[in-house]
């Protein structure tokens, strides 16, 4: 009997302790798997943020816009490069007339001391002698020993002028040496940003030939076309100054001062690109990289960055027409700006660089006109 309330004793305390020991452990149980769960879902929130990272990285005018900040990198190198070659040109051209001139000094100078070392050769001493006691008088001989002095000590002099510009000449000739070797060193650094520059064009190049093989791509390029523009519209909409003072002129002059050509004109287009029909919301008017674009008439700049497929692009916001509708002009594909956001420019200035950034297959300017932010044919007012 005493055993059996001993053993009943013994299974209440188990029972007891088993109440207190499992809540614990189930309390703890729950908050490491409320933990993981949290990590998890940090996971998979960076993995998505990766993944979309990856996805705005491949997109064909992410790869574009790399390539074109790579070229404009090179580009400025060369430029630099450029301008240390036309100084080191510049220094070699002085050191040269230099070497000339010192040389032509130095052949007058060797040849009046040779003259006097001929003289002195044929005649010696003597002759010296023979205008010492040729002397009158006591005096005269003093005259004459300060003229043989004096005579003495300008062929000393001549010599010692000779010595130092043929010491001056050394120099100059190493120092010219040594900028020649400067030049050929820099004009090889040259041919080799020359030919990464060639590298990084035809890598653009290559990409937009596989967008031509690439349907998927097309659609895709259009889309990004299509909402640049709209982005485009959005943002004139929201930066014109609608209802408020007139900017510009109201005529426009054409935006390429020496350069006419219209190689692509407003309206439906078979793109080159694409390679189907499509919208071509402004003209494209042909011209070397590196040509002027001025602004067609007065005003604020609104925007000045890249946009998609307009690459490197200019707005200009013109203020009201006669009939209040508030106009804009769009420049795009430029290589460099001039002027920046929020600058006010006159009709005529000079605004940026021609340049194939974005969309474009060879340098031009696609030039827009827009009312209320859409686009609409620029030659109704510009001619």
Same mark, same amino acid.
């Given at each position: 009997m005493r055993k059996s309330k001993k053993a009943i004793g013994l299974v209440i305390s188990l029972v007891f302790l088993a109440g207190l020991i499992f809540p614990v452990y189930a309390d703890e149980t729950d908050d490491a798997r409320r933990q993981l769960d949290d990590v998890s879902r940090r996971i998979d929130v960076?993995?998505?943020?990766?993944?979309?990272?990856?996805?705005?990285?491949?997109?064909?005018?992410?790869?574009? %816009?790399?390539?074109?900040?790579?070229?404009?990198?090179?580009?400025?190198e060369i430029e630099n490069i450029s301008a240390r070659?036309?100084?080191?040109?510049?220094?070699?051209?002085?050191?040269?007339?230099?070497?000339?001139?010192?040389?032509?000094?130095l052949d007058e100078q060797t040849d009046v001391l040779s003259e006097r070392l001929v003289f002195v050769y044929e005649q010696g001493d003597v002759s010296y002698l023979e205008v010492l006691c040729a002397a009158a008088d006591f005096k005269d001989l003093l005259t004459r020993?300060?003229?043989?002095?004096?005579?003495?000590? #300008?062929?000393?002099? +001549?010599?010692?002028?000779?010595?130092?510009?043929?010491? &001056?000449?050394?120099?100059?000739?190493?120092? +010219?040496?040594?900028?020649?070797?400067?030049?050929?060193?820099? #004009?090889?650094? #040259?041919?080799?940003?020359?030919?990464?520059l060639d590298a990084q064009k035809a890598q653009k190049k290559e990409i937009l030939g596989n967008v031509q093989q690439e349907k998927g791509a097309y659609l895709k390029a259009l889309q990004e076309l299509e909402q640049a523009s709209q982005q485009l519209e %959005?943002?004139?909409?929201? &930066? #014109?100054?609608?209802?408020g003072q007139q900017l510009g002129t109201g005529t426009y002059t054409w935006p390429t001062p020496g350069y006419g050509a219209i190689t692509s004109e407003y309206g439906m287009r078979y793109h080159p690109i694409l390679k189907q029909?499509?919208?071509?919301?402004?003209?494209?008017i042909g011209a /070397?990289?590196? &040509?002027?674009?001025?602004?067609?008439?007065? @005003?604020?700049?609104?925007? &000045?960055?890249?946009?998609?497929?307009? @690459?490197?692009? +200019?707005?200009?916001?013109?203020? /009201?027409?006669?009939?209040? %509708?508030?106009?804009?002009?769009?420049?795009?594909h430029q290589s460099r700006f001039l002027v920046g956001k929020g600058a006010s420019v006159s009709?005529?200035?000079?605004? @940026?660089?021609?340049?194939?950034?974005?969309?474009?297959? @060879? /340098?031009?300017?696609?030039?827009?006109?827009?009312?209320?932010?859409?686009y609409t044919n620029p030659m109704d007012y510009i001619r």
């Open positions: 960076q993995k998505n943020k990766v993944n979309d990272a990856k996805k705005r990285e491949k997109t064909v005018m992410g790869q574009i %816009q790399n390539l074109e900040q790579s070229i404009k990198n090179t580009e400025n070659i036309a100084n080191l040109e510049e220094n070699i051209g002085k050191i040269e007339k230099d070497i000339a001139q010192t040389e032509k000094e020993y300060d003229m043989i002095q004096c005579i003495v000590d #300008q062929d000393v002099e +001549l010599i010692e002028t000779i010595n130092k510009q043929k010491k &001056a000449l050394d120099m100059k000739k190493c120092d +010219l040496e040594v900028k020649k070797k400067e030049m050929v060193n820099i #004009q090889a650094s #040259q041919e080799s940003k020359k030919q990464e %959005q943002i004139i909409r929201s &930066a #014109q100054s609608s209802g029909r499509k919208m071509h919301t402004g003209v494209d /070397p990289s590196g &040509a002027t674009i001025v602004a067609a008439d007065s @005003g604020t700049v609104i925007y &000045a960055g890249w946009m998609g497929g307009y @690459g490197q692009v +200019l707005v200009v916001d013109h203020g /009201p027409d006669m009939s209040g %509708q508030s106009m804009s002009t769009l420049y795009a009709k005529g200035q000079a605004i @940026g660089k021609v340049g194939s950034t974005g969309w474009s297959t @060879g /340098p031009h300017l696609h030039f827009e006109v827009r009312i209320n932010g859409q």
